[in-house]
């Protein structure tokens, strides 16, 4: 694989039709529509609420959901239409850590056993192998956790021995769904410093899922907001967040609580809620809860078009309207 | 803290011993009174099965006319059947009558039962419909009358009813085994795994059947008494074994034509039966308390 | 001076585990004003759902109260009786929980079980139409759209964040002099999170609730509170006005929390972390709980607990502030290194 892009989604929607014949609703649209492109090296932040499809999207991109249109490109390989073996083979450039570190984690194994499991999976020659206290070393973990169960270990520990498991097969992508979930603070920034740090010295590209804004501009270069199941801004992560180009990526940060007690809001930034993905509202999905919504929002669903400079894109019709309307 | 690139490894060392988790397992089923009890049980029943020849009194063959019948005395502990053969020679006879048939049964319904569980709970669809519907042919008739049914076409030699056996048992062992798959197919892990690049077959060997251990090896502990009733039950019928064979469903059946005469053959075939069913019940119930890794009651755990 | 809401003196509570017990508060003081919105913050672990739960003695099992004084609008609540206890449980406190899904019944709808609540603690004996009438009303007022339908809903029908509404109109339907708020809103999304707290201030400036809210984030809590108290290990280690809290934090846990909390206005290269764990529960170590972690730790931190002195405005837990204490005098660094 030559220089170009890591991953490349184009135009990819997932829906879930309804489990049995007995379920007559219409399809969940989680995914739209979504390009995505993620450079080598990249640290991206995924950012959106409850319901937005972050997680199906980048499932999707991996290839552990099925896309029901659309081609995804990982590392040049067609990922939903490879041989399975091709598909294995690219489990060892892309990886991913889930939300619930100890759900992902097999209960009766030691995780001196799930850390190599990886290596005898892909049959990785030992010259290349990772010893088990070398990769507990990467996450910043001692030895005796070696010999531990998934369920003696804490929320922090079993996170990072996830982590380790997908580094040991030194990917070039990670995709890190909620990665702080149920942290506190203190061990939630300490993963984000992990995580950064380990893409750096790896050269690896990771793609944050997170509904955390707080922690973007540490963690990623750039970022993506989604909104049910589409993106409606992405960019360099401090210019979107300084001066947003759609509505709902500016409600989303007025809407953080500020640390701060002498800079408190009074107004809503963003009254009701994520509508049902089964139903999204026509054209513009984000219009019945728009701030400045207009007819053509109803009819006409805008597409992801450059703002402002070329690498910032926005799906708003109105995305001018957006940033003048900024307090300085 | 660096992170170097060019990993030379040094290969993990220390695998545990397989036997040292074992003899720490029975130790854990041993804390219990009830899994303790189980335990002496299945033991006294090894102990006997190996030891039968050695351990009765009388050979269980020899007939003794003028002292049929009687209650127990100094000469015949449990008392005499209506041929005046020694009842307990008899019941240590039978024990191996017993788990002669009822092992190679369960074991055999196990293996089936595994096999067709983790296909139809692991691929699904119209595979899994197709085995829902033998599996309910199957249990819906009652064991002994499938058995009765297939004997007479098949005649009785201990190795149909081994096999007949095992079929009645299948259908548990098959849903156990599936609704196990079932559920933890759904789980993160196997995602994750998965997601690593795993297999199929690793996948099932390595993540589902671990977890799919502890629920069957109760159910076979506890289905090892039914098998045993269920060959007495045949044997009660006529079917199976030939005299002078003790087993206890002839015991039951003969002691039970002459109930009035005497109780005691009933009573302690019966005695003998509820033992070992309690026995094999507790010790189930213990080892899936113990095969669970989050139930901790070892008495140092502190965290 | 009108008496608080609520008063708490000298908590102490403990959990029982298996064999082990685990002192969960350590001589916990706190009093909420009425009108007042007062924040208890903290890692987990620290105590805070251990001291809502306890204010209407609604602990697990295995935990028990083992000392203290708590007063409810000026009844002593470890002294009353079931009965006198199911009255308070309302009109006198609520509480609402993080997961809401657990503190409604599934099998009964959300109309019927508001109505209950209303219901059971009436004055008056209100006709049903009226309670209906109440219901639908409460479940405007938190924004439920289609409330009449809502009414008619079940749980399980309904959304998180809606039924964190619908804990929020059933404390509007009962008037609580206190609410308790246990972490309401870490669940949510943050738009989401941004009305509960409007409607909890609503709550405060048109009822005149006072309330207890228990949170670990410290975004939330200075968008509402009045007052904060930062708990650690079970114990209240600082408590002072919102304002001057965040401003000039006196306690050394303080001011690594405020700096290890991102915001994205913040540049940096990396994010600012509390070294080492919470001191474990069962043998907690002498002197100062946070001394191990704390960069300003000295030897003499380790000998005795600190007590609570005045500092900044308010008061803390730490040596640092007590002008009397051996920490001015020697300038030995603590002897224990700093984990990391």
Known sequence: MTGGPLVTMDAVSTHFNAPSMFDRRPPVRAVEAVDFVVEPGERVALVGESGSGKTTLVRTMLGLTHASAGTVHVAGVNVHESSRRTRRRL??????????????????????????????????????????????????????????????????QARRVSIARALSLRPKLLVADEPTAGLDVSAASAILNLIKRLSQQMDMAYVMVTHNLNTVTFAADRIAVMYLGTIVENGPVRDVLERPAHPYTQALVDALPEPDPTQRRDDLPLPGEVPSARRPPSGCRFHPRCPIAVDRCTDEVPLLTPIVSADRHAACHLSEHVLEEQPT | MSVSTAPPGAPSRRRSVPGAKVAAGLRRVARSPAGAFGLLVVAALLVVAILAPVLAPHDYAAIDVPRRLEGPSSDYWLGTDHLGRDLLSRLIGGVRI?????????????????????????????????????????????????????????????????????????????????????????????????????????????????????????????????????????????????????????????????????????????????????????????????????????????? | MTSPVLDIAGLEATYRVGGTERRALHGVDLQVAPREIVGVVGESGCGKSTLASAILRLLPPGGRITRGRITVDNQPVLELDTE???????????????????????????????????????????????????????????????????????????????RQRVMIAMALLLRPRLLIADEPTSALDVTLEAQILRLLRELRDEHGTAILFVSHDLGSVAQLCDRVTIMYAGRVVESNGVGSLYATPAHPYTRALLAAAPTWRRDGDELATIPGRPPSLTAPPPGCAFAPRCRDARQVCEAGEPSLVPAAGGTARCLIHDPASAYHRSSEASAREVPR
């Open chain 1, 91 to 156: 489990r060892r450039s892309a990886q991913m850590i889930y939300q619930d570190p100890h759900a992902s984690l097999s209960p009766r194994h030691r995780v001196r056993a799930l850390l190599t499991e990886p290596h005898r999976i892909h049959r990785i020659p030992a010259e290349q192998q990772w010893s088990v206290e070398e990769l507990l070393d990467m996450v910043e973990l001692t030895d005796e956790q070696a010999d531990k169960f998934p369920h003696e270990l804490s929320g922090g």
């Open chain 2, 98 to 303: 017993a788990l002669r048939i009822a092992v190679p049964a369960v074991l055999l319904g196990l293996a089936i039962g595994l096999v067709v569980g983790l296909v139809a709970g692991y691929v699904g669809r119209w595979v899994d419909t197709v085995a829902v519907v033998v599996m309910d042919a199957i249990q819906s008739f009652p064991a002994v009358i499938l058995a009765l049914t297939v004997l007479a076409l098949l005649g009785g030699s201990a190795t149909n009813i081994i096999v007949v056996i095992a079929i009645a048992f299948v259908p548990g062992f098959a849903r156990v085994t599936r609704a196990a798959v079932q559920s933890i197919k759904q789980n993160t892990y196997i995602d994750a795994e998965r997601n690593l690049g795993a297999g199929t077959a690793r996948i099932i060997l390595r993540h589902v059947l671990p977890n799919i251990v502890a629920p069957l090896l109760v159910l076979t502990a506890m289905d090892l008494p039914g098998a045993i009733a269920i060959e007495s039950g045949l044997a009660f019928l006529g079917l199976g074994v030939q005299p002078p064979t003790p087993d206890w469903g002839v015991i039951l059946s003969d002691g039970f034509e002459r109930i009035s005469l005497s109780p005691w053959p009933v009573l302690w075939t019966c005695l003998l039966l509820a033992f070992v069913t309690l026995g094999f019940t507790f010790l189930g119930e213990r080892l899936r308390d113990v095969l669970d890794v989050r139930t901790d009651d070892s008495p140092a755990s502190s965290r």
């Open chain 3, 84 to 162: 006198q206890m199911r009255r308070i449980r309302g009109p006198g406190a609520a509480m609402i929980f993080q997961d809401p899904f657990t503190s409604l019944n599934p099998a009964f709808t959300v109309g019927y079980q508001l109505g209950l609540a209303c219901s059971s603690h009436a004055s008056d004996g209100a006709s049903t139409s009226q309670l209906q009438a109440d219901v639908v009303g409460a479940l405007h007022r938190v924004g439920i759209p289609d409330p009449e339908r809502a009414a008619q809903a079940h749980p399980h029908q309904l959304s998180g964040g809606q």
